[in-house]
């Protein structure tokens, strides 16, 4: 069966020499997979130019010394999802200059069908100078990052079963969120806790009332006066443990992100001079740019608090400042 023209094109194009100028003549190509990984070498390092690594950490250690054997020196691949993470490292840590290429940016090149034609173009791209890396953290500000992330999935997890609380309160027609803000403060968690212990009676349960509650005593016992149905209970019951569990995990989260910035901390210099105090009485857009560019970094001790960083808020582009294109 012959080819189509349009795959004998393809073919051509991918075979013919470039017209620019090669600015990275030791380049290699690689598209990251779930399964494999494809390489691209240039075509006089290797009677198979092409080849295919399974994502096993062995077959990644043989990939990393192909590479080696063929005399590559730096390396282009696509940031597709987190399959570039382990053979990004391992690439590092043999002492190559590995380039993360925002895949978004190579999605609307015309003639790549197949991960093989893929990992050819990114090498021909880099080898020629026409790729830009992103923006990878040193490994201090990565880990930092990894435990934020963590800890903000946790905050929304809790706030998951906060919801499936309220809406098993309200199906016994139990109205607690309507009187007290928060079913989760100290009035609300010591009146769940009493319910699921087995106490139903309203007037019991409104004992439980902080002195700082908004509400009354009679307008809680209103609020607790309802149907307990064992199903509902049974459901606040659950979702109680599993926020329960997600302010410890929370906790040992925290203790996580405070090595983390302790150590950052430890490895930053301390200013040569104090930072000005921050101006007053200034008229709105007189800001000098100056003065916006003497604030603490991201790796200072008074900006990675986890409460100064409001535990998620660290900024994912890398350690900063780090030169580039403005």
Known sequence: MKASPRRRDRRAAA???????RVNVNAAGIDCGAETHHVAVPPDRDPAPVRA???FTTD???LADWLTACGVTTVAMESTG?????LYEILEARGLDVVLVNARHLKNVPGRKTDVVDCQWLQELHSVGLLRGSVRPTAAIAALRASLRHRETLVRGAATHVQRMQKALVQMNLQLAVVISDITGVTGLRILRDILAGQTDPDVLAQHRDHRC???A???MAALTGHYRPEHLFVLGQNLARFDASQWQMAACDVAIEAHVHALAADTPAPAAALPPPGRGRSRGTTSRAASFARPSITSPASTSPRS????RTAPCGSWPRSGPT
């Open 214 to 216: 908004q509400a009354s």
């Open 82 to 86: 987190v399959y570039w993470m382990p």
């Open 309 to 312: 960083m409001r535990l998620g």
């Open 53 to 55: 690594f399974k994502t």
């Open 60 to 62: 990644l250690q043989r």
């Open 15 to 21: 075979s013919r020499p470039s017209l620019l100028a």
């Open 218 to 220: 009679a307008e809680i």
